[in-house]
């Protein structure tokens, strides 16, 4: 797409990722959340994700943000460290664009650069015929697993679909003492002694 910009996300563009969000929550399956929440709820998880060094990236073109992607811990445990969790949402007139795409791109590369091994996607609704399954596909993610009837949502059960994507030598390279996990561990550690 001519004059796109993918960057970093900034505060300000939480009233756009909020209305984003709220449409993909009200109309889509993609997130299991019911009710969409609130500005100062999307500015909470954004600072959250911000203070721990996670990427979170926004599409703009022509000063209108069209998608995001972020990635935060697959889960608290500090074994999981070098496992990020991504999601991707785009706004319903920027669908179909290769919005997705450059956002996702994006995303890979800074969590490359940060030092993570494994991107997971947990996709709600993952059947193979997905826009975000897809996507996955196409940039190399491998398919690890699919949890039936997980999710109840406009009115009928949804299957998710876990997809996976090895980085910077993945689980066959020891961790990388440098990396931003490694830094992140290591002070969490030192804070606590």
Excluded: C
């Amino acid at each position: 797409m001519s004059n796109m910009e993918i960057r970093a996300a900034t505060a300000a563009d939480l009233d756009r990722i909020t209305e984003i969000y709220a449409d993909a929550v009200r109309h889509g399956t993609a997130s299991y959340e019911l009710e969409p929440p609130s500005r100062a709820e999307m500015g909470n998880r954004f600072d959250s994700l911000a203070a721990g060094g996670f990427p979170y990236m926004a599409a703009e073109k022509n000063g209108v943000v069209l998608g995001y992607a972020y990635a935060g811990p697959f889960r608290p445990r500090p074994a999981y460290r070098f496992v990020i969790e991504d999601s991707v949402y785009v706004a319903p007139e920027a669908k179909g664009q290769g919005v997705g795409s450059l956002l996702m791109l994006a995303l890979i590369e800074t969590a490359r650069a940060a030092g993570f091994r494994q991107i997971i996607a947990v996709i709600g609704d993952g059947h193979a015929d997905s826009a975000s399954v897809r996507l996955h596909e196409k940039l190399g993610f491998r398919h690890s697993g699919r949890l039936e009837g997980s999710g109840f949502k406009h009115g009928r059960w949804l299957d998710t679909v876990f997809m996976q994507l090895s980085l910077n030598g993945g689980a066959d390279l020891p961790p990388d003492p440098e990396s931003l996990p490694e830094r992140r561990f290591r002070a969490q550690k030192e804070l606590r002694n």
